[in-house]
């Protein structure tokens, strides 16, 4: 025999599928070979598994059963619902464990994934009166944030996905309604035949008829013989209860093991109980280490092994169950001509080390060697072999596994020859082929595909919209991976299932716009428009506060506002900051009449059709937007305000000689040349600026006149921007470090398992050295960069 000292149980199986095709190499046939394994886990299905891979016929039995199947998970989790009361986390786990049919006439699968998003995003936990109030509430909001969302940026695909999302929830709904029905505990039959046949018509209802054809087909037919062999127990016993139901439904369906190819055909693979009588060429037997063969004995804890001792025999001890290991063992060897042996050295999988199984060290002084250890570390001991690694064993075998390990030994071998491993060939469709393109394109200096360089592969009218919006552009110019990913492929960041417990930043917006707007529309419309000398009184304080109050209990009853008792702070702090819009207004300079409030250009209930620009590159782009407020002076000065609701950090560096902040404030030139092109008869000159509208950011204004120059640098960002996203320039600008601790400027797009984005901040300081990029760098700017160190939490 030989004995293999192998690093773990996955080596014990790959280097046993690699000896398998060493002897059927050297003219064993398949048929004279076995493999057996102490323990189902974890050999059956790696083994199943490799051997499958390479090719290689064998006969055993499947490690999978029936309960293990789409099929078995689905029954057992349905199983389990009339229990639960509609539990979210049960009717999930349901809709999770197969494709489910939409609907009884409906080909298609529930949406599993984002059914469970809604379920969890609208909070619900059980009951059907409790879906079906969460998901209505939830829908309210999902259609209300969508029309507010196409009314303030007209951004039309955002708006589209919330009314998806909502359509959505529509037939989650629907289909939670008719689960309900259908495992209702009190509908339920109580006989063996009625609850077959119930689990019957579930089975045709949620994954279609039985007649299947391919690699499901035996698990439906498995499953009819179940319910065929439990309907007879109604000759036994009249009636059932549910559970007592399931229990014989899933103990069947764990037992049903599926059998692999033929006896006698190909390799037989399966436990070593198997190998009594048999006779092979080669046998290999996995597993021999101390607590997996031998297994570990187990202490009866009623009846001690003393006790038992006394019995003659009558009941066995704890030892008997080594003994059997040990027979098992010599029947497996006896069974062959010629034997292999493995050890596992450990479990990397578990961090855990073995000890060799005992019989392996009788072996060893056999052959005259005071122990295995010393035999597996002297070389002149060929039945002896010390396998230290995968690799290792990868390097020492006449023939790799599988295509992976024949790459692998290729760029093994070329690395020892110091050949370039970019130019060792490999398997064109090998995983490692395109992982080694990955790593090397992004190891190198050079702007590939995979830092966002798409350039010649995009077409420009399928990466950006027909009418701009400046919020879309502004995230392009922060990082262009991050508007590759939403606005080009459509990736949401998923949402955190965190439910809101306070009103959001954008509904806070809302709500001061919404509210000012139509007090100021109020104020239009009675023909008293707020001048510059206005004093607002305490009857216009009032009204304020009451348009604010309505807006809020709007915002209320559609579920937007977080929980009660936060709420009633935060609309307090809300309301006062919109009295506050009156209050403080004389603090703003200049001041004019108002003349417009809430002006949309663009949008789909615009007053104004898109904005249109000729960029100095010749080409003519569209705008949308709306600005919040314009007023005109006496001296022929158009005003144009744009309340902000979030802090004044990121616009400190707005000036008139950075009016734009490096592309990342585009709304003031574009709203001064909106005003101007639409209301902008009989002006001098037009004046914008954000007005900080918070007693926390102390009703700061930042703006400037916006002059030739201004619209000029607007025009010119524009371009850049324009030119990078039609020209397919996509690569991942990291956020500055210093923000990093607030988790500002960051998302989850390179990095999805939270393990950092070291590389891609350093490969940004080669890709921005790149002349390709090289606008995009000017028009970001040092001080662009600097503000961003600053963080950018509008
Ligand atoms: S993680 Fe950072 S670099 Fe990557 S896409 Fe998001 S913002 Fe850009």
Redesign the pocket.
């Known amino acids: 025999s030989t004995v293999i000292s192998v690093s773990d149980p996955d080596d014990e199986v790959k280097t046993t599928v690699r000896s398998v095709i060493g002897l059927l190499d050297q003219g064993v046939t398949a048929s004279q070979i076995a493999v057996l394994y102490p323990q189902q886990n974890p050999y059956a299905r790696q083994l199943e598994e490799h051997l499958n891979d390479s090719a290689i016929c064998f006969s055993g039995v499947s490690s999978r059963t029936i309960a293990d199947s789409m099929l078995g998970r689905f029954i057992s989790s349905l199983l389990n619902l009339p229990d639960q009361n509609l539990n979210v986390k049960a009717v999930l786990n349901f809709l999770s464990n197969c494709q489910t049919r939409l609907n009884v006439d409906s080909p298609l699968s529930a949406p599993s994934t984002s059914w469970s998003q809604i379920a969890m995003a609208a909070g619900v936990t059980a009951g059907l009166e409790d879906w079906s109030e969460k998901l209505s509430r939830y829908k309210e909001q999902l259609l209300v944030t969508a029309e507010k969302e196409r009314a303030r940026t007209g951004d039309d695909d955002q708006a589209s996905l919330h009314e998806r999302k909502s359509h959505e929830l529509d037939e989650l709904l629907t289909f939670v309604t008719e689960l309900n029905h259908i495992v209702d505990p009190k509908s339920l039959p109580t006989d063996w035949a009625g609850l077959c046949s119930w689990l019957r018509q579930a089975i045709e209802r949620y994954l279609g008829s039985n007649d299947r054809v391919g690699p499901e087909k035996g698990d439906f037919v498995a499953v009819e013989q179940v319910l065929d062999q439990l309907q007879n127990l109604a000759r036994v016993e009249p009636t059932t209860t549910l559970s007592v139901f399931r229990r014989s439904v899933e103990a069947q369906l764990e037992d049903h093991n599926e059998r692999i190819g033929k006896l006698g055909q190909g390799v037989l693979v399966g436990d070593i109980r198997q190998a009594w009588g048999l006779n092979f060429e080669h046998t290999f037997i996995l597993g021999l280490a101390e607590g997996i063969f031998p297994t570990a004995p187990r202490k009866n804890g009623v009846i001690s092994d003393e006790d038992r001792a006394q019995l003659n025999g009558a009941l066995s001890v704890s030892r008997d169950v080594t003994n059997d290991d040990h027979r098992r063992f010599l029947a497996a060897l006896s069974s062959s001509n010629k034997n292999t042996v493995l050890f596992p050295r450990g479990d990397l999988r578990q961090h855990k080390e073995n000890y060799p199984a005992r019989w392996l060290e009788q072996m060893a002084e056999r052959m005259g060697v005071p122990s295995l250890n010393e035999a597996l570390m002297d070389s002149r001991h060929s039945w002896a072999i010390h396998q230290p690694s995968f690799i290792s064993g990868v390097r020492n075998s006449n023939f790799p596994a599988s295509s992976q390990e024949f790459d692998l030994a290729s760029l093994l071998d070329g690395r020892d020859e110091g050949q370039d491993l970019a130019t060792v060939l490999l398997n064109n469709t090998s995983s490692f082929e395109a992982g080694r393109q990955l790593i090397d394109s992004r190891n190198s200096g050079r702007f590939t595909r995979f830092d966002g360089n798409l350039s010649g592969l995009v077409n420009p009218s399928t990466v950006r919209t027909n009418v701009l919006s400046p919020t879309r552009l502004k995230q392009w110019v ?2 262009p ?2 508007y590759f ?1 939403r606005h080009v492929l459509d990736v949401d960041e998923p949402e955190s299932f965190r439910h809101e417990f306070r009103i959001s930043a954008l509904i806070r917006g809302s709500l001061i716009h919404e509210a000012a707007d139509r007090f100021f529309q109020d104020q239009i419309s009675k023909g008293t428009p707020p001048g510059p000398n206005r004093q607002y009184n305490e009857h216009d304080i009032l009204l304020m506060r009451q348009i604010g109050m309505e807006v809020a209990t709007e915002l209320e009853t559609q579920g937007l506002v977080g929980r009660p008792l936060f709420w009633k702070r935060d609309r307090e702090q809300l309301l006062n900051d919109l009295v506050g819009i009156l209050k403080f207004d004389n603090q703003r300079e200049p001041r004019g009449t108002v003349v417009a409030t809430e002006l949309k250009f663009g949008l789909p209930d615009g007053d104004f059709p898109p904005l249109k620009r000729k960029l100095p590159s010749g080409r003519t782009v569209n705008f949308r937007g709306s600005v919040d407020r314009v007023e005109k002076t006496a001296a022929g000065t158009l005003v144009v305000v744009d309340y902000k609701t979030g802090k004044l950090d990121s616009y400190k560096q707005l000036s008139p000689d950075n009016p734009i902040l490096g592309g990342s404030q585009l709304q003031l030139p574009l709203y001064a040349a909106a005003a101007n092109s639409y209301l902008g008869q009989d002006v001098n000159e037009t004046h914008a600026s954000y007005w900080f509208t918070s007693d926390s950011q102390k009703w700061a204004t930042k703006g400037y006149l916006v002059t030739y120059d201004v619209l000029d640098a607007f025009d010119e960002a524009i371009d850049v921007i324009v030119d990078g996203i039609e020209g397919g320039l996509f690569p ?4 500055p470090s210093s923000s990093k601790w607030t988790g500002v ?7 999805p398992d939270a393990l950092g ?1 070291r590389e ?1 901040d350093e490969k940004w300081k080669t890709l921005s050295l790149l002349d390709s990029l090289h606008p995009y760098i000017q028009l970001r700017g040092e001080d662009a960069i600097a503000s961003d160190e600053q963080g950018d939490d509008e």
């Open positions: 922060d990082c991976h991050s990913m991942p600008k990291p956020a400027g960051k998302c989850v797009f390179c990095d984005t891609i």
